[in-house]
T-cell receptor, first 116, second 113 residues
Framework: GAGVSQSPRYKVAKRGQDVALRCDPISGHVSLFWYQQALGQGPEFLTYFQNEAQLDKSGLPSDRFFAERPEGSVSTLKIQRTQQEDSAVYLC??????????????FGSGTRLTVV | GNSVTQMEGPVTLSEEAFLTINCTYTATGYPSLFWYVQYPGEGLQLLLKATKADDKGSNKGFEATYRKETTSFHLEKGSVQVSDSAVYFCALPSSGSARQLTFGSGTQLTVLP
């Protein structure tokens, strides 16, 4: 597609519910990233995929967070047993590059998750 | 590790005013530096970048110069427009991984007509 597409745009979950957030990167982009952006803050890194391989998941805040990209294109970020502190905007970004990112990424519009 | 400290907002200006948003960084070596912009309801967009010391990045009338002496990358625009209202983020690669970006906390800019 022309850009990075994320769905849903908004998600309200009851505490304890599981959620799944979807990211469609730009076609052919090798690298895919998930970031978490709390209200009034800058995005913080969660995890990184190169094709289908999850090469870095050091930013995932707990084992309730899980991400996958089984065919090297679409990615899903799953949060189990959601808690109020999980409320944030979840941003997906993709890049055609696998090395340094001097040209930056292309970000999606994000999914705003609110846990009540 | 690498970090950025960004001017706190919000910043409110009248149209055609001069804009400066301060950004200072702490880093190992001389990594690329970025400014991203987030318009209401949209994702982050790369506004400009500089890949080495003394480089000047520019785009859409915005400029920022990579100054290693002062470890700064301040964003400037000579005459802002209402359409520039957005949140601006300074960023650099995270230490230990050129793939990840470390972002500042963002500066909300509102331009009044």
């Amino acid at each position: 597609g022309a850009g990075v597409s994320q769905s849903p745009r908004y998600k309200v979950a009851k505490r304890g519910q599981d959620v799944a957030l979807r990211c469609d990167p730009i076609s052919g982009h090798v690298s895919l990233f998930w970031y978490q952006q709390a209200l009034g803050q800058g995005p913080e890194f969660l995890t990184y995929f190169q094709n289908e391989a999850q090469l870095d998941k050091s930013g995932l805040p707990s084992d309730r967070f899980f991400a996958e990209r089984p065919e090297g294109s679409v990615s899903t970020l799953k949060i189990q047993r959601t808690q109020q502190e999980d409320s944030a905007v979840y941003l997906c970004a993709s890049s055609p590059l696998t090395g340094t990112y001097a040209n930056g990424y292309t970000f999606g519009s994000g999914t705003r998750l609110t846990v009540v | 590790g690498n970090s950025v400290t960004q001017m706190e907002g919000p910043v409110t200006l009248s149209e055609e005013a001069f804009l400066t948003i301060n950004c200072t960084y702490t880093a190992t070596g001389y990594p690329s530096l970025f400014w991203y912009v987030q318009y209401p309801g949209e994702g982050l967009q790369l506004l400009l970048k500089a890949t080495k010391a003394d480089d000047k990045g520019s785009n859409k009338g915005f400029e920022a110069t990579y100054r290693k002496e002062t470890t700064s990358f301040h964003l400037e625009k000579g005459s802002v427009q209402v359409s520039d209202s957005a949140v601006y983020f300074c960023a650099l690669p995270s230490s230990g991984s050129a793939r990840q970006l470390t972002f500042g906390s963002g500066t909300q800019l509102t331009v009044l007509p």
